[in-house]
């Protein structure tokens, strides 16, 4: 089935999108990378360690003929640290992509969507193709597209929590609102989040702890790749409503039943 | 020479370019990217970019994460 994700113009098969940190080694990552069959992965950007040979060794492993890099701004909790952080990172990978985050908070990593929203403005401005992680609310979301998002991700629960998804009915909200892919980003802790968030008509899946911190990062690599691309079948299909009483599958009349004998 | 060096105060033995600096910390600088003093470099200009006292430089690079 041919049924693609397209953002800003790029045409991926693939609706997952990976990260590359906290693995146990650059092998598992590779090997998870491979069995999740993503074609987008994300990086952070930071100070070269100085004392330490192999800068840029990340690179290596993972292959850019057909996985595409997204640079992050994880870490930052001003606009203009984002925006320094995106610039930095579109000179070192060279391409105008960038998942934008604007953290507010240490313990949660909830955004600070005011600053989110203006980062994006100035990042589109300056001719990125701007991803913006954001909380699950519809109103951001709004706000985010009108700044020029290319498409909104927000989360479905804290980063790295593995809660899966907290508020359904506003994600659902904000993906029937929404003029650009709505990707859910952070929260994912196993398959079937996944696959609820593609359910509920999330036009990809972002993840990164679920994978890597997983005791078999490439087995549950491979699950999230199945559990995604069943919650997108499942989301086209078309689910039936909730009821709060049964139906019968089966044919009411016909039954063989018992005589009743009068008298 | 005094440099602010990925935050780090540090000596270098005179002036020079973007680029003898990136060779002489073995930094492959396809891999990399440069702000100096505030201003992103870029790489074409590595070779041509000379450091002035007490600049800021920043090298960065792609690390793992989400």
């Known amino acids: 089935m041919v049924d693609p994700l397209v953002i800003a113009g790029r045409t991926f098969t693939s609706r997952i999108i990976v990260g590359t940190g906290k693995y146990p080694s650059h092998a598992v990552m590779k090997a998870a990378h491979e069995a999740s069959g993503t074609e987008m992965v994300t990086v952070a950007v930071r100070r070269v360690d100085l004392t330490a040979k192999g800068a840029g060794a990340l690179l290596e492993w993972i292959d850019t003929s057909h996985i595409f890099i997204l640079p992050n701004t994880a870490g930052c909790y001003t606009a203009d640290d984002a925006v320094r952080t995106a610039r930095l990172g579109r000179e070192a990978g060279l391409s105008n992509w960038v998942k934008l985050e604007v953290i507010g908070d240490q313990e949660t990593l909830f955004p600070d969507t005011e600053a989110l929203v203006a980062a994006t403005r100035t990042l589109v401005k300056d001719g990125f193709v701007v991803l913006p992680y954001t909380n699950d609310d519809p109103i951001v979301a709004r706000k985010l597209e009108d700044a020029g998002a290319a498409a909104v991700m927000p989360l479905g629960a804290p980063i790295g929590s593995g809660l899966g998804i907290q508020n359904a009915n506003n994600l659902q909200i904000i993906k029937e609102r929404a003029g650009v892919p709505v990707i859910v980003d952070a929260g994912v802790g196993t398959a079937s989040d996944a696959a609820v968030a593609m359910e509920l008509g999330a036009d990809g899946v972002l993840m990164n702890s679920a994978i890597a911190g997983a005791s078999d990062p490439p087995l549950m690599a491979a699950a999230m790749k199945a559990a995604v691309f069943a919650g997108r079948l499942a989301f086209l299909a078309g689910r039936i409503e909730r009821k709060r009483y049964a139906t019968a599958s089966s044919p009411t009349s016909g039954l063989v039943t018992t005589a009743r004998r009068s008298g | ?66």
């Open chain 2, 1 to 66: 020479m005094h440099v602010m060096l990925n935050g780090e105060p540090t000596e270098l033995p005179g002036p020079m370019t973007i680029a003898a600096l990136l060779e002489r910390l073995g930094i492959d600088g396809r891999m990399v990217a440069v702000e100096y003093n505030l201003t992103i470099i870029k790489r074409a200009r590595y070779a041509e970019t000379t450091i002035e006292p007490d600049a800021e430089i920043e090298i960065v690079a792609f690390v793992g994460g989400g």
